[in-house]
């Protein structure tokens, strides 16, 4: 099998950058290499910015009708290329087809969103401001924006941005995760093929010095970042220091708070769902649960560890797995399993109890090479140990144990994190005082995964949200805009 190799996307058309090193990127459930990607230094950045920043002043001036016909075309591509686009996010994620092509259709839905653009970016007129003087507000884009992309949605994270960023007037700089860059690689092939100008999005394919370089070069208006908190906060820094916008989404640590009057049936299904689906790599997977009251956490643990132990795990393409709704893929890598098996076995260290043990799942057949762990539960967990403070980014779920409503509630707001929070119940008492009181961005009533559609903002609260500008909806066209305020009189002529 020949290994493709990567080029980053310029003006147009791939670009092969002099002399650079490359990265290997591996199908995680076997280990394979399948293509190469260029590390991008300081100076290809720069290549790319430099596109984006000729592009920009035809661009800003195109009309936003005229901006959104290529978004129409491409929601189109990505429709018809939806099947092939979801293989590829399996094949280099680890994540099953039934979520690569969720992920397709939550990408093609913020595409849709743009188009609505000519609506969307409107402004506002105040008609007789004073004495013979109206004023109007115009939206009106910055100049190049800075995408820096994680591996776990390598579709749709880039999409909750690059649309807006495109339709409201600007041009982009996309830097993949060199873990995932090849669905993007064909992404961008197909934004050419949409008939977006050239310029108007580039893709430059790197590591840590390419996102330094993006965050930092003068040419660029403001970063989108999505990835852990330590990393943000990383970004943040460089964008405060240069003067760029930024919007820096964090690490999350989900709690689904069970209330005795749930509905056991449904909640299992529906926490099964949503702990191991994406093998827990995703921001919005649940990784504590919280029963209240004794019974209730004998009870849903035993149900809980029993479904968890029901989930497939294996190769997302094998023809035989591939058609399971629940199928479990691997985590991305080697040193991913590593560092959670590891956090695993410090939390027994600790007094957690391992009601179920995925560390040491064997391998399917085939892929002896793959990075596996199999569903993982760990009880007697005590709030603010590492295991439960921690965003472990993998099939790893651990049961805390809470009295009553309001020591539930305390443990969700006593974590750091705050990017999404779930309550079971059929009280309209306690779903109101938790949507309220609970101290997350996100939340759902008898929702396992409280991620919003494309039109609402996504973002979470506290150290899983680094800006004050979400993703997607209004929030995003806040942040790619600028308002500037315009005070008119005209004179009566002589």
Request: proline share 7%; with cysteine; glycine share 8%.
């Amino acid at each position: 099998m020949t290994t493709r190799l990567l080029r980053n996307f310029v003006n147009g058309g791939g670009v092969e950058p002099p002399g650079a090193r490359t990265i290997d990127v591996e199908n995680p459930s076997t280990g394979e290499v399948i293509a190469r990607a260029p590390l991008s230094t300081a100076a290809d950045v720069a290549v790319a910015v430099e596109a984006a920043a000729a592009a920009y002043p035809a661009w800003s001036r195109t009309p936003a009708a005229r901006r959104v016909e290529p978004l129409f075309r491409l929601a189109a591509l990505l429709r018809s290329h939806e099947e092939p686009l979801a293989r590829q996010i399996a094949e280099e994620m680890g994540k099953s087809l039934t979520d690569a092509h969720a992920e397709m259709k939550r990408a093609i839905e913020n595409v849709e969103v743009a188009c609505g653009m000519p609506v969307l970016q409107q402004g506002e007129l105040m008609v007789g401001a004073s004495f013979e003087i109206d004023a109007e507000v115009l939206r009106l884009p910055l100049g190049v924006f800075a995408i820096i992309a994680p591996y776990n949605f390598p579709a749709m994270v880039p999409f909750w941005f690059l649309p807006t960023a495109i339709a409201t007037g600007n041009t982009v700089v996309l830097k993949t995760s060199e873990q995932v860059p090849c669905t993007m690689a064909r992404v961008a092939e197909l934004c050419a093929e949409s008939g977006l100008p050239a310029g108007v999005l580039n893709v430059v394919h790197g590591d840590r010095e390419a996102a330094i370089a993006l965050a930092s070069h003068p040419k660029v208006a403001g970063v989108s970042f999505v990835g852990s908190t330590a990393v943000g906060r990383q970004v943040a820094e460089l964008c405060q220091r240069h003067g760029k916008r930024y919007q820096v989404l964090g690490s999350a640590k989900n709690h689904l708070v069970v209330m005795p009057d749930a509905n056991l049936d449904d909640t299992v299904r529906n926490l099964v769902t949503s702990c191991f689906g994406c093998a827990g790599q995703r921001c919005m997977a649940a990784s504590a649960i919280v029963p209240v009251g004794e019974e209730l956490h004998r009870e849903l643990t035993r149900r809980f560890v029993e479904a968890a132990r029901e989930v497939p795990v294996g190769n997302p393409l094998d023809p035989a797995l591939a058609a399971h709704p629940a199928l479990m893929g691997p985590v991305i890598s080697a040193a991913a399993r590593r560092r959670i098996v590891e956090l695993c076995d410090r939390a027994l260290e600790e007094g957690a109890t391992l009601a179920l043990d995925g560390r040491a799942l064997r391998p399917p057949p085939g892929c002896e090479r793959g990075h596996f762990l199999g569903p993982t539960v760990l009880t007697h967990v005590r709030p603010g140990s590492e295991i439960h403070a921690t965003e472990v980014f993998g099939p790893v779920v651990v049961v805390l144990r809470a009295r009553d409503f309001d020591e539930a509630l305390a443990i969700v707001n006593g974590h750091a994190y705050g990017n999404g929070a779930s309550i079971y119940t059929a009280s309209g008492h306690w779903a109101r005082r938790f949507k309220l009181e609970a101290e997350a961005g996100m939340i759902g009533v008898n929702v396992g995964i409280p991620a919003p559609v494309a039109q609402l903002p996504f973002g979470g609260m506290k150290a899983s949200m680094l800006s004050e500008t979400k993703a997607q909806g209004t929030a995003g066209i806040e942040f790619f805009t600028q308002r500037k305020v315009v005070t008119v009189r005209y004179p009566a002529q002589a």
